[in-house]
């Protein structure tokens, strides 16, 4: 059973930065296409970032240039550096993994943009 643990949210002001982590276990995400999505409230969970495990990155278009989706082989873990946030960036923020044909979902980390 694949797991996959979210950190890194908080409140941060506008223009600030933060770095979200997912951290898997039972899977290797350099063998996986490994996303993060975003959900306000009321509604439906956004993609914002994608890495394959060829290491290509596809971003959604209201956050190129802003955020960055990395990961470390060696900890098995995937980032998402966020820069220059704004208050429309604050939401749920999801890891997800495919694995043994199977969609994998972190417990969500929150994010607020806020002065």
């Known amino acids: 059973q694949a797991q996959l643990v979210e950190s890194g949210g908080g409140l941060v002001q506008p223009g600030g930065s933060l770095r979200l982590s997912c951290a898997a276990s039972g899977m290797i995400v350099r063998r996986s296409s490994m996303n993060w999505y975003r959900q306000h409230p009321g509604k439906q969970r956004e993609l914002v970032a994608t890495?394959?495990?060829?290491?290509?990155?596809n971003y959604a278009d209201f956050v190129k240039g802003r955020f960055t989706i990395s990961r470390d082989n060696a900890k098995n873990t995937v980032y998402l550096q966020m820069n220059s946030l704004n208050p429309e960036d604050t939401a749920v923020y999801y890891c997800?993994?495919?694995?043994?044909?199977?969609?994998?979902w972190g417990q969500g980390t929150q994010v607020i943009v806020s002065s």
């Open positions: 997800n993994g495919k694995w043994s044909a199977a969609d994998y």
């Open positions: 890495i394959t495990g060829a290491g290509s990155t």
